[in-house]
C-alpha cells in the first residue's frame, strides 16, 4: 500500500528486524519490484496532481467522500482510497486474504490489470487479490499521463511518455499532464514549465492533444510512445497521425486495447483520428479451456 502513497517511506524501530527490500525473500522482492513499477509509472499523474494542490488548493490523497459528497456510504470507508479522481487503490488489510470487497461509488470503474469494467453502481463487491497485486480501478472519463519506469526519477524523466486513456460510457475521456525539471520551486512562477491537454471522443473518431504552454525546453526531447485504452467496444482497425498508420491489438487475456511504437513528440499538438472499427475479441487463456474447475455443466429439466 505505501508505494501508492504520496513518500514511499518504511521506518523500522531499533533493535527489530529490516524491512528494507534487500532483507526479504527473493519472491517478496519480484513482488515489490511489480508494485514500484507501477508507481513509476504512475508518476506524471501524481505530478500533475501536485500541481494543481498548488496552484488550485485540491487533494493528491483522498478519501472517497471528497469526490462523492452525497453518497453516505462513502463516511464510514476508510480502506480504499483515491489518487486524484480517477484511481481508487483497494489495499488487502487482512492476513491471508486473497480477496478484498470494494465500494463502486459511481459507473464506469475499470480493473487496472484486466479492463474488466464494474457495470453497476453503489454496491459492494468482491474482486480478486493475489499476494503480488494490488487492486487498482481506473475512473472511466480520464486520462492519465504515464511514463516508463527506471532505476531512479533521474532517468525515468528522460524515458517515453505514454496515455491511459478509460472511456465513459459516452466514448469520451480527458486528462492533462503538468511537467518542469522536478528541482526548482518558481517555475510556476516564472511559467517556465509545460502543460498540455488531451480528449479523446469516439463519436468523433479523434484524440486531440493540445499543448497549452511549454517554456521547458527538455520536452523537445522527450516522445509519446503508447497508448492504452480502456472501455472501448469496438476497436479502431487503423490509426492516423502525422501521415502515419498504426495498429492497435488487445493486451493478451485482457480487455485492455494498445497503440505501441508511436514516437509523437511531446512539444507538437497532434490530432489522432480513425475511420472505421471492428468488435473486440478477447483471447480466453488456454487453461480455461483445459482445466476441469473453469467447466460449468448445465442439466436441463426433464422433458
Known amino acids: 500500500m505505501k508505494s501508492k502513497c504520496l513518500f514511499f517511506l518504511q521506518h523500522n524501530i531499533w533493535r527489530t528486524p529490516d524491512q528494507d527490500p534487500g532483507a526479504w525473500s527473493s519472491s517478496a522482492i519480484s513482488i515489490m519490484i511489480k508494485v514500484l513499477h507501477i508507481r513509476y509509472r504512475l508518476l506524471p499523474y501524481y505530478y500533475t496532481l501536485f500541481y494543481k494542490a498548488h496552484t488550485n488548493g485540491s487533494t493528491v490523497i483522498r478519501p472517497l467522500f471528497h469526490e462523492y459528497p452525497k453518497d453516505k456510504q462513502t463516511l464510514d470507508i476508510f ?131 493540445n499543448i497549452i504552454i511549454n517554456n521547458y525546453s527538455v520536452m523537445s526531447n522527450l516522445i509519446l510512445n ?45 490530432i489522432l483520428t480513425w475511420l472505421n472499427t471492428e468488435l473486440m475479441n478477447i483471447q480466453i487463456p488456454e487453461i480455461v479451456s483445459t482445466d476441469s474447475k473453469y467447466r460449468m455443466d448445465c442439466f436441463p429439466d426433464p422433458g
Open 226 to 270: 503508447t497508448i492504452i485504452i480502456y472501455g472501448l467496444k469496438n476497436i479502431p482497425t487503423k490509426i492516423n497521425v502525422n501521415k502515419k498508420e498504426f495498429y492497435p491489438k488487445i493486451r493478451s487475456f485482457t480487455q485492455i486495447v494498445e497503440i505501441n511504437d508511436l514516437r509523437l513528440p511531446m512539444d507538437k499538438d497532434f
Open 79 to 209: 480502506l480504499q482510497f483515491l489518487i486524484g479522481s480517477n484511481i481508487m487503490i483497494a489495499p488487502v488489510t487482512d492476513e491471508g486474504a486473497r480477496q478484498v470487497e470494494i465500494y463502486i461509488p459511481s459507473s464506469d470503474w475499470f480493473n487496472y490489470y484486466t479492463g474488466e469494467e464494474y457495470l453497476y453502481s453503489k454496491i459492494f463487491r468482491n474482486i480478486s487479490a493475489p499476494l503480488d497485486t494490488i487492486p487498482i480501478l481506473l475512473k472511466g472519463g480520464s486520462i492519465i499521463p504515464i511514463q516508463e519506469y527506471a532505476n531512479n526519477t533521474k532517468y525515468s524523466r528522460k524515458k517515453p511518455f505514454g496515455l491511459i486513456i478509460i472511456l465513459n460510457s459516452q466514448g469520451n475521456a480527458e486528462g492533462d499532464l503538468f511537467y518542469d525539471d522536478g528541482e526548482s520551486i518558481d517555475t510556476i512562477k516564472t511559467k517556465s514549465y509545460y502543460y498540455s491537454k488531451f480528449h479523446w471522443s469516439s463519436s468523433n473518431k479523434k484524440l486531440k492533444f
